[in-house]
């Protein structure tokens, strides 16, 4: 919780996310983790790895595992489809790729209506959480995508 | 620190370790030459340059042990004081801290070493040294001009040779290789020879700007003078080799990629006379991209040399430990290898020498008692065979005795009677590579712990190569390490199972066989196979893999496909759905994944731009058999 803590002291700062649906759900990451979008290609599947990893994909000529977020939340498990994107992104130099449902937007947010995520069943995977948008007709539930990323892969 | 002073750090550490490597064979060579001038002017220079650059960048632990051991050194080097084997630990034990005090400085950990018990150290061996030495005939000092018609030439009594040739001005001195200092007493015999004579005599003239030579013929040249590194080097960084190594292994793939398009062309259109054209582009484009793929590897290709350097003071520090005396030569030192290998090849090669002198090697009284000179040889050659490299390292000691080797193991519970019994002479020296397996009774410093061997076994595999082990009883025993040239690219054999392909590294296959699934056979639980009278365990790559396999065979053809992987002397199968072809594939590192779980060892690209893993077959033989498991 200490990079929300640290948000707020600023003040009026504004952060930029990409949101993106998973489950019907809104989510985010912040901005300056991405590398870009993909749409979803072929996936080689790794030979005893836990359900979660879907795979790697060559992202021109490099390897890069690939996290199916939904499988890693326990929600139902949903096929990909037209509107699946593969976001790239680098978490302590190392490449990784997260399957979401679809992308949205990039939304800027004061980081004032950011609050810390109220305590919750951690098997929702709570732990990930970093904190909760409140915007004005929604939530958008904040990612915490280094704790996300180095509880899942080996760094 | 700024961007400019980090850069000029890490030059100095980079020049400076480079110039230590470059010393530390030196002074075996001296202690093996006796006091040659160029080498003792060659190390004094090269610690002076490294004293001096420290002393600018404020380094000053680092000066002052420069300091210290080049004071040593330049009374060596003017004569002041004779070689002896004291003086060499202390010098080697500086550079030693050196080094060090360099690691600390490149990782930044800002670690202080205490250097000053080694300051004294050096100074105390220097007052020793001079103290014992006053008095001695060879050290006058050349301050009284003598007549230049009566020279007086000082030999030591082994051999005779010219151990210190005073002149007006000058002191050589020429010490015979001797450990013990003791024999170092010197019979002084006087001499009457013309000056010109003794010019000829002292057979490596220092260069005459190094000291005040007043022999009237100007001494030549040294015919050993090291030829100059050429100019023409140009260091670069290493992350931008690997970057052009990475470029180039892309260009590798579009080329596949378009090799299977302008194909598929050619099928389909080949009335085009476009066709033609794209067919003659594309394989200039392939042979242009081999040459290119061949030509960056070359860059990051380094002389083995860079690693076996610092044998010669590793033996002697071992021989030394273990009162043997021992001689290292070795041969091809300029055979050229990739970086990679480079980096991994030290630690075995370090425990096969360590094994080689600790046990293949006798003690003098033995040696001499079976006719053998007293001296132990120990040979590494060097050389490249095909697109593998080979490096062999001898020695001419007792060789391995295979009925204690096979006791042994039988003690230690490594193998039981009946396997033992089965084992042939050739495959009982694998035991040598088992883990926890080791012959010698009490652990002394140098081995015993029964670690060590099997380290070799498994560094070697992970470079992906072999080792062979030939012995002859009294003859002795010879390690023969064959390591691919690169890691970046493998021969691979492709297969499929379940509908993907997986690529197999060639090394460990021993043979591919179609068998018919009758002849499957089921052992408690383990499916077998009987190749050549000899029952192989098989295990199904899709359960190896566990990529949804159901049990149940989707290919009705009745026959499988096996490929034979040997690990030592133990052998197993994989059974696969498909034999695709043997490929060369650029191994592609995969960051994120746990690679020891899921027994790859990497990815591969084809040339329809799909990812291929590549098999760890050794990670595999580990879990299913034991093989060289820790």
């Given at each position: 919780m200490k990079a929300t803590m640290e948000d707020s002291a600023v003040g009026e700062e504004v952060l930029q996310f990409v949101t993106f649906t998973l489950n019907k759900e809104q989510y985010a990451v912040d901005i300056l983790n991405v590398q870009e979008i993909n749409r979803v290609t072929d996936i080689t599947r790794v030979p005893n790895s836990p359900a979660y990893v879907e795979g790697v994909i060559n992202l021109r000529g490099k390897v890069i595992p690939v996290i199916n977020l939904r499988k890693k939340f326990s929600f139902d498990e949903n096929p990909?489809?037209?509107?699946?994107?593969?976001?790239?992104?680098?978490?302590?130099?190392?490449?990784?790729?997260?399957?979401?449902?679809?992308?949205s937007e990039v939304l800027r947010v004061p980081s004032s209506i950011i609050e810390p995520a109220p305590p919750m069943s951690s098997d929702l995977g709570s732990t990930y959480i970093k904190g909760i948008a409140k915007m004005e007709d929604r939530l958008i539930i904040l990612i915490d995508i280094d704790k996300l990323i180095s509880g899942t892969v080996q760094l | 620190m700024s961007d400019e002073m980090e850069e000029i750090i890490s030059e100095f550490i980079t020049e400076a370790e480079e110039s230590l490597d470059r010393i530390e064979p030196l002074f075996v060579e001296l202690e093996q030459k006796g006091e040659d001038k160029d080498l003792l002017n060659d190390i004094f220079r090269s610690m002076h340059t490294i004293k001096g650059a420290a002393g600018f960048l404020g380094f000053q632990t680092m000066v002052d042990v420069a300091h210290a051991s080049e004071n040593i050194m330049k009374k060596l080097r003017d004569g002041e004081l004779p070689l002896a084997k004291q003086l060499m630990d202390v010098i080697l034990k500086s550079i030693d801290m050196l080094r060090l005090l360099l690691t600390h400085l490149k990782s930044k950990d800002g670690i202080e070493e205490d250097v000053s018990p080694l300051v004294k150290e050096l100074g105390s061996a220097l007052n020793n040294a001079m103290s014992k030495s006053v008095g001695a005939p060879q050290t006058t000092q050349a301050a009284e001009p003598v007549e230049p018609s009566a020279q007086e030439i000082?030999?030591?009594?082994?051999?005779?040779?010219?151990?210190?040739?005073?002149?007006?001005?000058?002191?050589?001195?020429?010490?015979?290789?001797?450990?013990?200092?003791?024999?170092?007493?010197?019979?002084?015999?006087?001499?009457?020879?013309?000056?010109?004579?003794?010019?000829?005599?002292?057979?490596?003239?220092?260069?005459?700007?190094?000291?005040?030579?007043?022999?009237?013929?100007?001494?030549?040249?040294?015919?050993?003078?090291?030829?100059?590194?050429?100019?023409?080097?140009?260091?670069?960084?290493?992350?931008?080799?690997?970057?052009?190594?990475?470029?180039?292994?892309?260009?590798?793939?579009?080329?596949?990629?378009?090799?299977?398009?302008?194909?598929?062309?050619?099928?389909?259109?080949?009335?085009?006379?476009?066709?033609?054209?794209?067919?003659?582009?594309?394989?200039?484009?392939?042979?242009?991209?081999?040459?290119?793929?061949?030509?960056?590897?070359?860059?990051?290709?380094?002389?083995?040399?860079?690693?076996?350097?610092?044998?010669?003071?590793?033996?002697?520090?071992?021989?030394?430990?273990?009162?043997?005396?021992?001689?290292?030569?070795?041969?091809?030192?300029?055979?050229?290898?990739?970086?990679?290998?480079?980096?991994?090849?030290?630690?075995?090669?370090?425990?096969?020498?360590?094994?080689?002198?600790?046990?293949?090697?006798?003690?003098?009284?033995?040696?001499?008692?079976?006719?053998?000179?007293?001296?132990?040889?120990?040979?590494?050659?060097?050389?490249?065979?095909?697109?593998?490299?080979?490096i062999e390292i001898s020695d001419d000691g007792k060789g391995l005795d295979i009925e204690k080797l096979k006791k042994k193991a039988v003690e230690k519970g490594l193998l039981t009677e009946e396997e033992v019994k089965r084992m042939s002479d050739e495959t009982a020296t694998e035991i040598i590579f088992m883990p926890g397996f080791s012959t010698k009774e009490v652990a002394t410093q140098l081995s015993g712990r029964g670690v060590g061997m099997d380290v070799v076994k498994t560094n070697i595999s992970l470079l992906n190569g072999y080792v062979e082990v030939s012995t002859e009883k009294d003859a002795g025993t010879t390690f023969k390490l064959c390591i691919p040239l690169t890691l970046a690219i493998i021969q691979a054999l492709m297969v499929e199972v379940s509908g993907s392909k997986y690529a197999i590294p060639l090394s460990p296959i021993e043979e591919t066989l179609k068998v018919s699934k009758q002849d499957i056979k089921n052992i408690t639980g383990q499916n077998v196979i009987v190749i050549r009278d000899k029952i192989c365990p098989l295990f199904e790559l899709n359960q190896l893999l566990d990529t949804g396999f159901n049990g149940h065979d989707d290919n009705d053809s009745g026959h499988k496909y096996l490929v034979v992987i040997a690990m030592g002397d133990k052998k197993f199968c994989i059974a696969v759905d498909k034999l695709i072809g043997q490929e060369e594939v650029v191994i592609k590192s995969l960051d994120g994944i746990d690679t020891a779980s899921s027994n790859v060892l990497g990815a591969t690209i084809t040339g329809d731009g799909k990812v291929v893993f590549i098999l760890d077959v050794t990670g595999m033989s580990r879990n299913l058999l034991g093989v060289g498991k820790n």
């Amino acid at each position: 919780m200490k990079a929300t803590m640290e948000d707020s002291a600023v003040g009026e700062e504004v952060l930029q996310f990409v949101t993106f649906t998973l489950n019907k759900e809104q989510y985010a990451v912040d901005i300056l983790n991405v590398q870009e979008i993909n749409r979803v290609t072929d996936i080689t599947r790794v030979p005893n790895s836990p359900a979660y990893v879907e795979g790697v994909i060559n992202l021109r000529g490099k390897v890069i595992p690939v996290i199916n977020l939904r499988k890693k939340f326990s929600f139902d498990e949903n096929p990909t489809n037209e509107t699946s994107r593969i976001i790239i992104m680098e978490i302590n130099g190392i490449t990784n790729g997260l399957i979401v449902d679809s992308v949205s937007e990039v939304l800027r947010v004061p980081s004032s209506i950011i609050e810390p995520a109220p305590p919750m069943s951690s098997d929702l995977g709570s732990t990930y959480i970093k904190g909760i948008a409140k915007m004005e007709d929604r939530l958008i539930i904040l990612i915490d995508i280094d704790k996300l990323i180095s509880g899942t892969v080996q760094l | 620190m700024s961007d400019e002073m980090e850069e000029i750090i890490s030059e100095f550490i980079t020049e400076a370790e480079e110039s230590l490597d470059r010393i530390e064979p030196l002074f075996v060579e001296l202690e093996q030459k006796g006091e040659d001038k160029d080498l003792l002017n060659d190390i004094f220079r090269s610690m002076h340059t490294i004293k001096g650059a420290a002393g600018f960048l404020g380094f000053q632990t680092m000066v002052d042990v420069a300091h210290a051991s080049e004071n040593i050194m330049k009374k060596l080097r003017d004569g002041e004081l004779p070689l002896a084997k004291q003086l060499m630990d202390v010098i080697l034990k500086s550079i030693d801290m050196l080094r060090l005090l360099l690691t600390h400085l490149k990782s930044k950990d800002g670690i202080e070493e205490d250097v000053s018990p080694l300051v004294k150290e050096l100074g105390s061996a220097l007052n020793n040294a001079m103290s014992k030495s006053v008095g001695a005939p060879q050290t006058t000092q050349a301050a009284e001009p003598v007549e230049p018609s009566a020279q007086e030439i000082t030999s030591q009594q082994t051999g005779g040779s010219i151990q210190s040739v005073n002149t007006p001005g000058l002191t050589f001195n020429t010490t015979e290789r001797d450990a013990d200092v003791s024999h170092q007493k010197t019979q002084t015999v006087s001499v009457t020879e013309s000056p010109e004579h003794i010019a000829e005599d002292i057979n490596q003239p220092p260069p005459p700007e190094e000291n005040n030579l007043k022999a009237p013929e100007q001494a030549p040249k040294s015919p050993q003078q090291r030829p100059k590194e050429s100019a023409q080097n140009l260091r670069v960084d290493i992350e931008r080799i690997d970057k052009v190594m990475d470029l180039a292994g892309e260009v590798v793939l579009v080329r596949n990629r378009l090799l299977n398009i302008s194909n598929y062309f050619d099928l389909r259109y080949s009335d085009d006379p476009m066709t033609e054209t794209l067919m003659e582009t594309v394989s200039f484009l392939d042979r242009v991209t081999s040459e290119m793929q061949l030509a960056v590897m070359k860059i990051r290709m380094q002389p083995i040399k860079k690693v076996l350097s610092k044998f010669p003071r590793l033996v002697r520090d071992m021989s030394s430990s273990v009162n043997k005396d021992v001689e290292l030569t070795i041969y091809g030192e300029g055979t050229e290898v990739d970086k990679s290998v480079i980096e991994h090849i030290g630690d075995p090669l370090t425990h096969i020498l360590r094994n080689s002198i600790d046990h293949g090697l006798e003690s003098a009284e033995e040696r001499i008692a079976k006719g053998k000179p007293p001296k132990g040889n120990v040979v590494i050659n060097t050389y490249q065979k095909g697109t593998q490299i080979v490096i062999e390292i001898s020695d001419d000691g007792k060789g391995l005795d295979i009925e204690k080797l096979k006791k042994k193991a039988v003690e230690k519970g490594l193998l039981t009677e009946e396997e033992v019994k089965r084992m042939s002479d050739e495959t009982a020296t694998e035991i040598i590579f088992m883990p926890g397996f080791s012959t010698k009774e009490v652990a002394t410093q140098l081995s015993g712990r029964g670690v060590g061997m099997d380290v070799v076994k498994t560094n070697i595999s992970l470079l992906n190569g072999y080792v062979e082990v030939s012995t002859e009883k009294d003859a002795g025993t010879t390690f023969k390490l064959c390591i691919p040239l690169t890691l970046a690219i493998i021969q691979a054999l492709m297969v499929e199972v379940s509908g993907s392909k997986y690529a197999i590294p060639l090394s460990p296959i021993e043979e591919t066989l179609k068998v018919s699934k009758q002849d499957i056979k089921n052992i408690t639980g383990q499916n077998v196979i009987v190749i050549r009278d000899k029952i192989c365990p098989l295990f199904e790559l899709n359960q190896l893999l566990d990529t949804g396999f159901n049990g149940h065979d989707d290919n009705d053809s009745g026959h499988k496909y096996l490929v034979v992987i040997a690990m030592g002397d133990k052998k197993f199968c994989i059974a696969v759905d498909k034999l695709i072809g043997q490929e060369e594939v650029v191994i592609k590192s995969l960051d994120g994944i746990d690679t020891a779980s899921s027994n790859v060892l990497g990815a591969t690209i084809t040339g329809d731009g799909k990812v291929v893993f590549i098999l760890d077959v050794t990670g595999m033989s580990r879990n299913l058999l034991g093989v060289g498991k820790n």
